[in-house]
């Protein structure tokens, strides 16, 4: 009977609802119950068989750690040891701009190779024995996999931003408990992991490091084929390679074809977005991925971006990392620059007002029609202006969204789409700079208690 309760909670708060994450966690935590299959909203946990007493345990677990319910990152960050306290990026200890000296890294980097220089001087200090990342399947185009490895030519390898659903928690099973790994994921996936090593720390204590990037929105797949629906190939067969983030930074979209090479700037190939735009992006308040032991994102700022060089920003919330980017810095394999706590915010400014006061927003209007993630962190005081700017975001976002308004414009070259979007974009954050600019210099965060804070407590 117990059972068969946690499921139905899995199902009514969660998968019902259109509020899962997508990140694998019901497959990795239980025996053969629940399999991740494709959709177009992403990929959702299917349950493959019944449920049974054995399972009471697992599902336990899962329930704790399940994103789609929400996260109570406040009470979870206190339990980092931490010198700074932060309510909008999670406490920390230090913030850096970073970028490898090695050409080999930087080539393939997505902005200044810091997450594979990290990976790399993790293995060879043998800190952890395996990395967990996510990667293109061989000769599998779209088709993303985790990849447990200690090979440092396969991490020097690996595929850039994926900018795509995808799990990346369904193989925690195949871990070995008698072996150190260091995890990749977005936030969701470092939240969900940093719950289980906190209520489970015998359990997971195998899962040493945990490395986010910061995530700003995500997409549905769909994505890439309405990009070359608008280039004239109609066969998804058609590619032989992807590149999300090819060349100089901040890197084009780039594919390769049998007939031809397409390619995009990663400022214009934005102009997917509102089309392909996961939920679970829209309803999350963590962008930098706020319980890693560091994170990692694009350091934007004209000065950098002008460079073209490319260069990472990094928040280090555990001494381990400091001590790795000094070490890393010394031998000369690393650029590495202290900055403080205005410069790392004014680089992201807009996206960590998109998930603070934004998020708060949109669940607010969800929460009419039924279950939505809780957390135990809300702003307060939001100005009409931005609850007026957040309804046509929320108006855009539904129109792309639909089917023949996707199919539409997806005849449309993507040059064209990518150059009015770029546009409308800057227009957009011309107007609405002041508005957010002012929301996030005034923002209040107060805390709040919630079932989900309750049961974490309990636990
Ligand atoms: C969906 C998505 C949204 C993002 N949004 C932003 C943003 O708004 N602002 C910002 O500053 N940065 C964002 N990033 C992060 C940024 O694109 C870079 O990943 C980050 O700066 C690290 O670059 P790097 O050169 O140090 O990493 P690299 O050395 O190039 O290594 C990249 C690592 O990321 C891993 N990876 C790639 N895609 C995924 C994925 N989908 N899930 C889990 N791991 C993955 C790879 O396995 C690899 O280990 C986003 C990334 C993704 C995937
Ligand atoms: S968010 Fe993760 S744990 Fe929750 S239902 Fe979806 S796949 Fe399962």
Redesign the pocket.
Known sequence: MEQKNLIKQIFTEVINPGNCFHCGLCEGLSKNLFKMTNTSKGPIPKLIRKPVKNDISDLKKIVHACPGRGIPYHHLSKKLITSKKSKIIGNYNSLYIASSNSNL?RQ??????????L?IELIKSKKVDYVC???EKEEKILNFDVLLTNSIDKILN??????QT?P?LHKLKKLKKNKKYVF???PEHIASLRILKVNYPKDYAHIKFLIS??????MYPGAIEFYLKGNGVRNINDIKKIDWRYGEWPGMLRIVTKNKILSLKKFYYNYLIPFFISKNCLITPDFTGELSDVS???A?SPTLENKGY?Y??AITRSKVFDEILIKLKRNNSLYVKKINFKNAIRM?AH?IEFKKVGSYLRIEKLKKRGPVPLYDLEPINISYLRKFIEKIIGLIISIASNKIIKSLFSLINSKILGFVFKIVRQLWKSITKPTKRKGLNNIKIIEVNNKRVKEFLNT
């Open positions: 890294i393939k980097a997505s902005s200044g190779g810091l997450v594979r220089s990976l990342i996510l990667d690996t595929s850039q931003s994926i900018y995808t990346l990749v994921g977005l990037i910061y995530s700003g929105t995500n990692v994102g694009d934007w490319g990472s920003v992201h996206m």
